[in-house]
Nanobody, 125 residues
Framework: QVQLAESGGGLVQAGGSLRLSCATSGRTISSVMAWFRQAPGKERGFVAAIDWSGGSTAYANSVKGRFTISRDNAKNTVYLHMNSLNSEDTAVYYC???????????????????WGQGTQVTVSS
């Protein structure tokens, strides 16, 4: 089993920044890790993903140029650096660990087998 624990969410003003962290435990961190988010009344959507080396990443169009995903495998932690936040970024952010055999960052929830409990990000205008 893999346990994922997100942290770093909170209330921030529009234009501000936050860094989310996802600490994993239970077994070796998965090759591919990702962040998804779910806003009130909307379906969970892809935000960003990263492969084992950190050399391959993928982003949703809505966050490209503003968000950066990174990882520290020695610390079993994945990060999401969020800049220029706006009200559209308000959501619960979830960390996800890729299924065995998934090697490439992908935007599909079905590629991820473990999920954290989520951390709330609220952007005030």
């Amino acid at each position: 089993q893999v346990q994922l624990a997100e942290s770093g969410g909170g209330l921030v003003q529009a234009g501000g920044s936050l860094r989310l962290s996802c600490a994993t435990s239970g077994r070796t961190i998965s090759s591919v890790m990702a962040w998804f988010r779910q806003a009130p009344g909307k379906e969970r959507g892809f935000v960003a993903a990263i492969d084992w080396s950190g050399g391959s990443t993928a982003y949703a169009n809505s966050v490209k140029g503003r968000f950066t995903i990174s990882r520290d495998n020695a610390k079993n932690t994945v990060y999401l650096h969020m800049n220029s936040l706006n009200s559209e970024d308000t959501a619960v952010y979830y960390c996800a660990a890729g299924r065995l055999g998934v090697e490439t960052p992908a935007p599909f929830a079905s590629h991820y087998s473990y999920w954290g409990q989520g951390t709330q990000v609220t952007v005030s205008s």
